[in-house]
């Protein structure tokens, strides 16, 4: 498919999934023109139907935002996004149709008044329900900045629950706007899969948790162990590239939940629990013995989580890796949430202001207000203090920063400047 | 010797029977040791029963009602200087709101309660037709409107205008009957409704909505959850299921070509599926399939699963049913001068299906309990939330108390069930009285 336009513009079509439906941005200037397959049929919802001149089959809908875009109104030299699907879009039926055009996640979100992520259905200090049934932990809480920046209330985020295997596909078609579920930085995963990172909230690694009785020191010394481990993640293909390396057999024990998997463990259904070193602590925590049970101290891969958004809309992809952003760097310059009133009226450190939006027009940038990360951090804290609340050492699980101390105490955790 | 004989002019007075084979020691003796064999098994069976017990009782009774934590249960635990553990009801205390509504809203909480209560005297009728009036049965029928109405919220207009479909439905069928002939008049009264729910119940509704605003606040599917979500699936997909397998057992028999292979070839696809299977493309493949973007709530995706998997088994069922039945009971309908509804109707079904209740209700118990496989495909029934309570650094290392609890309600449902589909077997039952 190709987009030509009178004034010349061809833009590159992006392909946003393998059946048939693309988005290409255009720059709408008057009279344009959009050559399209002819099994192509646009569809975007809430957008009213417009004619466009010379067009083949010329009743394309455009929307940018909540506002049509005409050719008549064309003057407006901004992006739009178009959408078309193939013929499947007669498949749905009236009734089924509620969603609306992904491209502008940003819009959608605003509109709806919530925004929904992908959690974890539970993980310990990442995502779970309190007996109120509110979401907490620390992915939760990225989440939650993202809504607080974005439509001003760190409630108006829904979290919707997600197994490893359908974690991605609820993002890809739209279910979730943003996917914080202990995920995987990997180039399939970004390129493949058509995601976009757009940031590391925690950096992890995989450990082996075996129990002390078995008198193992290293996870070199794990030949012919029997191993308990969660499928559909990539721990089970470090698992086996690890083995392989170093010349190991192993026999896998496929689970399908952390907490299946500690009830494997303890029940000695595997000699080895493997998973992520975070989830390993946690797992540990809550046994009767812990002291019991030993962390090998190798760790056998990279496994760097973060939030994660579709390709194909950069706008929003900014917003939650500048949320982020602003959280570490929240840190670093000491912003906390409870001098983080004192600070918002303006101080000498003008990095300090650029970030609250005293200084400059970073919110109005990223197509927020100038309040956007101020009441991000305020929604949990900075990311050292979300850190200490939902995983840190003074919580049960009681993980040290280590890598994800800020770069200025030896960690990974650095903020590109805001400026 | 003469020949003298005597006979005994009055009765003995009767007496006890031996203390050996009444009361309590002659039950003992004709049911427990009635041979050295059956004494045996008899000793070794209490044996069993004593060290399961002697396992389960001791876990079981356990006084951590009020602790917060895991961790407090332990303490409790290890005060009381139990050997093998106990129980930690706390988390039961705790979250038993949430294994039973999910992340419902409090406020709302009514709602699946009265919907639960209205289930019942919605069903009285229907299962107990002699006990009560039939003319609850009104109320059944609008119960199938206002059901979803209160789960989900919204305008009260939008279940009152699909039930207005029916009427529409109907009154096409009897307007056009006279004048158009049977046939015509059937696809009438079905496109007519349908018709109208796609194309008007949705402006309509938007009209009186702000006109008379009566409505309950929505309550979106994603805070469905816990037992009630499987309740809920459950209940709607026997239903509809119910229903369904009817009209696809009688396609299966019809002499119609086209509906009978349809049938056929339904029946054999959706039971060559596992049910998780279909429920992974109810959760990820037809996200892929329908256009991105769509927003096709999940648990009715679910729902319509669980209808069709069930479907299609209650159809084999009740083909057996109607199997069953001699021959000479079609040709009697027949004789009579009955066409093919009215003996369906009155010959055939309440016989065939008399026939299939086992199978029906043994159907059905296994659909409500399937639908602990939403959990896989991460709704948050209660096998779900198991996981996500346990994600809770307090409830951490939790199992059985919680997998206990669950499978406690499901053992009442089910057990309520299968002593009902017995009570109606008997009542039933017009042969060797």
Redesign the interface.
């Known amino acids: 498919m190709q987009c030509t336009f009178s004034d010349g513009l061809i833009k590159k079509i992006e392909r946003l999934d393998g059946f048939g439906t693309e988005i290409c941005r255009i720059s709408l200037g008057l009279k344009n023109q959009c050559e399209t397959g002819f099994f192509l049929t646009p569809r975007v919802e809430f957008a009213q139907t417009i004619r466009m001149e010379g067009g083949p089959r010329s009743s394309y809908r455009y929307r940018q935002g909540s506002r049509i875009i005409t050719p008549e109104t064309g003057d407006i030299q901004e992006e739009v996004i178009m959408k078309k699907s193939v013929i499947l879009g007669a498949l749905t039926v009236a009734g089924v149709m509620a969603g609306a055009a992904q491209a502008a996640t940003l819009d959608d979100v605003k509109a709806r008044g919530s925004l929904k992520c992908g959690s974890n259905s539970g993980l310990t200090g990442f995502a779970a329900p309190n007996a109120n049934g509110e979401w907490e932990g620390f992915d939760v809480a990225v989440c939650r900045a993202v809504a607080a920046a974005v439509l001003g209330d760190p409630q108006a985020a829904e979290f919707v629950p997600t197994t490893p295997k359908t974690r991605f596909t609820a993002l890809a078609s739209g279910e979730v706007d943003m996917l914080v579920r202990n995920t995987t930085w990997t180039l399939t995963r970004d390129v493949d899969l058509k995601f976009t990172f757009t940031g590391v909230n925690y950096y992890d690694g995989q450990g082996f948790m075996v129990p002390k009785a078995l008198g193992v020191s290293s996870a070199k010394e794990l030949d012919g162990a029997t191993v308990c481990i969660q499928t559909g993640t990539t721990t089970e293909l470090n698992l086996a590239d690890y083995f392989r390396t170093n010349n190991m057999n192993y026999e896998p024990v496929p689970i399908e939940t952390n907490a299946e998997a500690q009830q494997q463990y303890l029940a000695g259904a595997c000699d080895v629990y493997t998973t992520d070193a975070s989830g390993l602590a946690a797992t540990r925590a809550s046994f009767e013995a812990p002291s019991d049970h030993v962390i090998l101290p190798e760790i056998i891969s990279k496994e760097p989580l973060g939030p994660l958004v579709r390709h194909g809309d950069d706008e929003w992809g900014d917003i939650v890796r500048w949320t982020l952003n602003a959280l570490v760097a929240a840190e670093e310059f000491g912003i906390t949430s409870t001098n983080i009133e004192e600070l918002a009226k303006g101080t000498d450190n003008p990095e300090i202001n650029r970030i609250l939006g005293t200084e400059g027009n970073m919110g109005e940038l990223l197509g927020l207000d100038a309040e956007w990360a101020k009441r991000a951090i305020m929604a949990g804290g900075n990311y050292g203090e979300i850190f200490e609340k939902n995983i840190g050492e003074s919580t049960p699980i009681g993980l040290a920063r280590g890598l994800n101390a800020q770069w200025k105490d030896g960690g990974l955790q650095y903020a590109p400047p805001f400026r | 010797m003469s020949d003298l004989s005597y006979v005994r002019t009055e009765l003995l007075p009767e007496q006890d029977p031996p203390l050996s084979e009444v009361g309590v020691i002659g039950w003992l003796r004709a049911n427990l040791f009635s041979g050295w064999f059956n004494s045996i098994l008899t000793f070794v069976s209490l044996v069993l029963i004593y060290l399961l017990l002697a396992a389960i009782l001791p876990w079981l009774w356990s006084p951590t009602w009020n602790a917060g934590s895991?961790a407090e249960c332990?303490e409790i635990i290890a005060e009381l200087g139990k050997e093998h553990?106990g129980a930690c009801y706390g988390v039961i205390r705790?979250?038993w709101p949430?294994l039973l509504f999910?992340?419902y809203p409090d406020a709302e909480r009514w709602r699946p309660i009265v919907t639960l209560i209205g289930l019942f005297v919605a069903l009285a009728p229907v299962l107990f037709t002699d006990l009560f009036p039939r003319k609850m049965l009104w109320f059944s029928g609008a119960f199938l409107f206002a059901a979803p109405w209160l789960m989900w919220g919204g305008s009260i207009w939008t279940p009152v205008l699909v039930a207005a479909g029916l009427v529409i439905g109907a009154g096409a069928y009897r307007l056009l009957v006279p004048r158009v002939g049977n046939l015509a008049a059937v696809i009438a009264a079905v496109v007519a409704p349908l018709l109208w729910w796609?194309?008007f119940v949705?402006p309509v509704s938007s009209v009186l909505a702000p006109v008379i605003p009566l409505g309950l606040e929505v309550v979106e599917s994603?805070l469905f959850g816990g037992f009630m979500l499987s309740v809920w699936i459950g209940v709607v997909s026997i239903a509809i299921s119910l229903v369904l397998g009817v009209l696809l057992a009688l396609g299966r028999q019809s002499d119609l070509l086209i509906v009978k292979y349809l049938s056929v070839g339904f029946i054999e696809f959706i039971r060559g599926v596992p049910l998780i299977t279909l429920l992974?493309v109810a959760?990820?493949l037809l996200?892929?399939?329908?256009?991105?973007?769509?927003?096709?709530d999940?648990i009715l995706r679910v729902m319509i699963m669980a209808t069709l998997f069930a479907s299609a088994y209650i159809a084999e069922v009740i083909r057996g049913g109607l199997a069953a039945l001699p021959r000479g009971q079609y040709e009697a309908a027949d004789a009579l001068g009955l066409d093919y509804w009215k003996a369906q109707r009155l010959i055939i079904l309440p016989q065939a299906l008399k026939i299939s209740i086992p199978g029906i209700v043994s159907t059905f118990i296994g659909l409500f309990k399937d639908t602990t496989l939403v959990s896989?495909?991460?709704?948050?029934d209660p096998i779900?939330l198991?996981?996500?309570?346990?994600?809770?650094?307090n409830w951490?290392?939790i199992?059985w108390e919680l997998y206990g609890f669950i499978a406690l309600l499901f053992f009442l449902s089910c057990f309520a069930m299968s002593r009902y589909s017995m009570w109606l077997e008997r009542k039933l039952r017009t042969d060797h009285k």
């Open positions: 895991l332990r553990g705790e979250r949430q999910g992340f796609f194309l949705g994603r992974f959760s990820t996200n892929i399939f329908l256009p991105p973007g769509t927003n096709f999940i896989i495909i991460g709704l948050l779900g198991t996981g996500s309570i346990r994600a809770d650094a951490n290392g199992v």
